[in-house]
T-cell receptor, first 112, second 118 residues
Framework: SQQGEEDPQALSIQEGENATMNCSYK?????LQWYRQNSGRGLVHLIL?????REKHSGRLRVTLDTSKKSSSLLITASRAADTASYFC????????????FGTGTRLLVSP | DAGVTQSPTHLIKTRGQQVTLRCSPK?????VSWYQQALGQGPQFIFQ???????QRGNFPDRFSGHQFPNYSSELNVNALLLGDSALYLC?????????????????FGPGTRLLVL
């Protein structure tokens, strides 16, 4: 079963706009990671945020984590057509060896 | 430095057959995890191999089995294929950094094997 949900399920924006997607999860975590997937192929790791961190940046990406609400958000600034993909959050629960539990994904479409 | 590789890229089988998928981890990685991704869904954890042993398993039946070799490469075997086994199978490799709370294992994914069961 999925750990949580991404919201929205789909997002359509114009190039240059910002895209924000949210992720909710159910259990206590060690860390939360965001991945991108193009056209149903392999996942590309974007960023990892630990449970004691509240915000992290990587290039045009900004991730926030609120462990009290069990939620995270991914912001992509100044989006480009090449950002068109599905985005997944994945949690690493505090249950021992790492086992990523993925959400349902947000499909982002960036139009030129 | 080669990333995670998987073979084959596509596979078509019929119900009841058996299939073997292969994965070579990223150089220096010692842990391999397998995931199943149905169309329109997020990946679901099948199992993880470390030091040639299965050390964690998701909610998948015994028809799904695996193996890890001394060179850390891995195979996923699925017996008695069902139509519902049609999916993208993803392999991910990782190397643990730190322990406990400070453990950070970024998993790097291969391109996947798309399996179609007819």
């Amino acid at each position: 079963s999925q750990q949580g949900e991404e919201d929205p399920q789909a997002l359509s924006i114009q190039e240059g706009e910002n895209a924000t997607m949210n992720c909710s999860y159910k259990t206590s975590i060690n860390n939360l990671q965001w991945y991108r997937q193009n056209s149903g192929r392999g996942l590309v790791h974007l960023i990892l945020i630990r449970s004691n961190e509240r915000e992290k940046h990587s290039g045009r990406l900004r991730v926030t984590l609120d462990t009290s609400k069990k939620s995270s958000s991914l912001l992509i600034t100044a989006s480009r057509a090449a950002d068109t993909a599905s985005y997944f959050c994945a949690t690493d629960a505090k249950t021992g060896f790492q086992k990523l539990v993925f959400g349902t994904g947000t499909r982002l479409l960036v139009s030129p | 430095d080669a990333g995670v590789t998987q073979s084959p890229t596509h596979l078509i089988k019929t119900r009841g057959q058996q299939v073997t998928l292969r994965c070579s981890p990223k150089s220096g990685h010692d842990t391999v995890s397998w995931y199943q991704q149905a169309l329109g869904q997020g990946p679901q954890f099948i199992f993880q191999y470390y030091e040639e042993e299965e050390r964690q398993r998701g909610n998948f039946p015994d028809r799904f089995s695996g193996h890890q070799f001394p060179n850390y490469s891995s195979e996923l075997n699925v017996n008695a294929l069902l139509l519902g086994d049609s999916a993208l199978y993803l392999c991910a490799s990782s190397l643990a950094v730190g322990t406990g709370f400070f453990r950070q294992e970024t998993q790097y994914f291969g391109p996947g094997t798309r399996l179609l069961v007819l």
